[in-house]
């Protein structure tokens, strides 16, 4: 599985449905929907503000299986809000995920449980958080 890591950098929060993950060319890698994190109830029904907050650093699932590239791409979309008032333009930063043993051709090498993989890769945008790639079995 492709696993992304969001680092919340404090005090930041992310509303649920304003944050996703894309890979708009997987090679031959088949990814399933990216399984993102339920977060707490915010806002009132009343007025139609309630919401889903992102308020911890949390993992993003994406199962993944097949063979590829080396290295995929995936574009993650957000929007970063510190308290109620102060939010940051929806940014996309693009983060690159090197597979384990992947070649074309080939079945990806998945590491064992104790075994963590060689190369991570992180991107920091702008905008905080920061959202840090790596491979879990």
């Known amino acids: ?30 990814l399933k929907d990216a399984m993102i994190p339920h977060g707490v109830k915010t806002g009132s029904e009343a007025d ?14 994406i199962p993944a299986s097949g063979t590829g590239p080396q290295e995929v791409t995936f574009d993650v979309w957000y929007q970063a809000c510190k308290g109620v008032s102060l939010c940051k333009m929806p940014t996309t930063v693009q983060v690159s995920l090197k597979m384990p043993g992947a070649q074309a051709g080939t079945p990806p090498e998945v590491p ?10 992180s991107v920091t945008s702008e905008v905080k958080p920061e959202v840090k790639p790596e491979v879990k079995p």
């Open 1 to 30: 599985n492709a696993v992304l890591k969001v680092d919340l950098q404090g005090e930041w929060h992310i509303n649920r449905d304003l944050f996703t993950v894309t890979a708009p060319d997987a090679g031959g890698w088949t």
């Open 48 to 61: 139609g503000s309630l919401r889903e907050d992102l308020m911890q650093d949390f993992e993003v699932q």
């Open 112 to 121: 064992q449980p104790s075994e963590k993989p060689s190369e991570k890769a």
